[in-house]
Nanobody, 124 residues
Framework: QVQLVESGGGLVQAGGSLRLSCAAS????????MGWFRQTPGKEREFVAC????????DYADSVKGRFTISRDNAKKLVYLQMNSLNTDDTAVYYC?????????????????WGQGTQVTVSS
């Protein structure tokens, strides 16, 4: 089983930036797509971005497109989420996840392994 550990969350003012990191264990990290999701209390987990195993394919939710960038460093087994132009609607717990399938996907149930989450709070 893959272990995922997120870091980089925190408190930031609207308009600011944060970079989240997700460190993964396991020897086959580069085989699998990775995703970032977010969740606020009382709401379902929401897709944010995903990236293919090679990093050549990415996908973004419309709400973050143009502001967030997902990337990965397979040698270091890290996935990043660069978040710019943050607004209060971006406040949430952010999770990284690994999909055992070969294709990028926006569907949470397609992801088998999840991190513990990191809180991002954007103040107005």
């Amino acid at each position: 089983q893959v272990q995922l550990v997120e870091s980089g969350g925190g408190l930031v003012q609207a308009g600011g930036s944060l970079r989240l990191s997700c460190a993964a264990s396991g020897r086959t990290f580069s085989w699998y797509p990775m995703g970032w999701f977010r969740q606020t209390p009382g709401k379902e987990r929401e897709f944010v971005a995903c990236i293919s195993g090679s990093g050549s394919t990415t996908d973004y939710a419309d709400s973050v497109k143009g502001r967030f960038t997902i990337s990965r460093d397979n040698a270091k087994k890290l996935v990043y989420l660069q978040m710019n132009s943050l607004n209060t609607d971006d406040t949430a717990v952010y999770y990284c996840a690994r999909s055992p399938s070969g294709a990028t996907t926006r569907v949470p149930k397609d992801y088998a392994d999840w991190g513990q989450g990191t809180q991002v709070t954007v103040s107005s």
